[in-house]
T-cell receptor, first 113, second 110 residues
Framework: DAGVTQSPTHLIKTRGQQVTLRCSPKSGHDTVSWYQQALGQGPQFIFQYYEEEERQRGNFPDRFSGHQYPNYSSELNVNALLLGDSALYLC????????????FGNGTRLTVT | EDQVTQSPEALRLQEGESSSLNCSYTVSGLRGLFWYRQDPGKGPEFLFTLYSAGEEKEKERLKATLTKKESFLHITAPKPEDSATYLCAVQANYGQNFVFGPGTRLSVLP
């Protein structure tokens, strides 16, 4: 039973560029959430997708956008990259049910130079 | 605003030396409190969900408890393989997102 898979594992981009990160949820899960984790910090909520729509958004600028496909996979797009966007980006999947825990992938390490 | 704090920031134990990690939270209506373990370079791994004050959950050497304002993760007779960062998160009744604390970095020395 495959867990949450993310690609790529590492990425180096230049300030001002755009990046797309990809996520396949755990089998059976229909909800995907994205989190940003800075070094030494806990994950920060970016947004959640369910039924191909953004259901809730955290305190992140519009440069961060996403998409969910009919097969429940998801993408995170970040435009006009800033040095401060350097972080571990985590995708988490869950059931659309009360108290369903998040199951995380191993993340994409993004470095902006 | 929902908030989660964790203490201590870092903890070093000798193998077999039991201890507890603390998670204090402020949330407008708790839907659930979640404990995760995160190894370096990996994503968080789900450990427990606690729903209401007085509830306890156990898994091997770990036991999580919950009160109305905080949760404790008790580690009994830890082994070096228990070394990791332990994250606590809360989910409020009104939202879908999880609010995470900064974590406690645990090192268990042989």
């Amino acid at each position: 039973d495959a867990g949450v898979t993310q690609s790529p594992t590492h990425l180096i981009k230049t300030r001002g560029q755009q990046v797309t990160l990809r996520c396949s949820p755990k089998s059976g899960h229909d909800t995907v959430s994205w989190y940003q984790q800075a070094l030494g910090q806990g994950p920060q909520f970016i947004f959640q997708y369910y039924e191909e729509e953004e259901r809730q958004r955290g305190n992140f600028p519009d440069r961060f956008s996403g998409h969910q496909y009919p097969n429940y996979s998801s993408e995170l797009n970040v435009n006009a990259l800033l040095l401060g966007d350097s972080a571990l980006y985590l995708c988490a999947s869950s059931f659309n049910s009360y108290n369903s825990p998040l199951h995380f992938g191993n993340g994409t390490r993004l470095t902006v130079t | 605003e929902d908030q989660v704090t964790q203490s201590p920031e870092a903890l070093r134990l000798q193998e077999g030396e039991s201890s507890s990690l603390n998670c204090s939270y402020t949330v407008s209506g708790l839907r659930g409190l979640f404990w995760y373990r995160q190894d370096p370079g990996k994503g968080p791994e789900f450990l427990f969900t606690l729903y209401s004050a007085g509830e306890e959950k156990e898994k091997e050497r770990l036991k999580a408890t919950l009160t109305k304002k905080e949760s404790f993760l008790h580690i009994t007779a830890p082994k070096p393989e228990d070394s990791a960062t332990y994250l606590c998160a809360v989910q409020a009744n009104y939202g879908q997102n999880f609010v995470f604390g900064p974590g406690t970095r645990l090192s268990v020395l042989p």
